[in-house]
């Protein structure tokens, strides 16, 4: 089974930019498609973005214009620059490897306050 390890969260301020990466253990071809969700607290899971084999994307309305969601075949990486951040894009923001098995990684918090 593939893992997922997820880094690049932290604490930023509002305004400001961050970088996650999702590394893959295997060829991240192997997957429909690659992609970012995130769940606050004391609410649902939701989709930030997805990228499938053919770089096709697909955002949330929330972070449009904001977050760009990419991939780098070679390391089996997937990256999500998110900028212009706001307080509630505060939540774990945990990457997802969907197939016939979705896989999902253990997540990394991202806090934006001032």
């Known amino acids: 089974q593939v893992e997922l390890v997820e880094s690049g969260g932290g604490l930023v301020q509002p305004g400001g930019s961050l970088r996650l990466s999702c590394a893959a253990s295997e060829s991240i071809f192997s997957f429909w498609s690659m992609g970012w969700y995130r769940q606050a607290p004391g609410k649902q899971r939701e989709l930030v973005a997805l990228?499938?084999?053919?770089?096709?994307?697909r955002y949330a309305e929330s972070v449009k214009g904001r977050f760009t969601i990419s991939r780098d075949n070679a390391k089996n990486t997937v990256y999500l620059q998110m900028n212009s951040l706001k307080p509630e894009d505060t939540a774990v923001y945990y990457c997802?490897?969907?197939?016939?098995?979705?896989?999902w990684g253990q997540g990394t918090q991202v806090t934006v306050s001032s």
């Open positions: 990228i499938g084999n053919e770089n096709n994307t």
């Open positions: 997802i490897a969907a197939g016939e098995v979705d896989t």
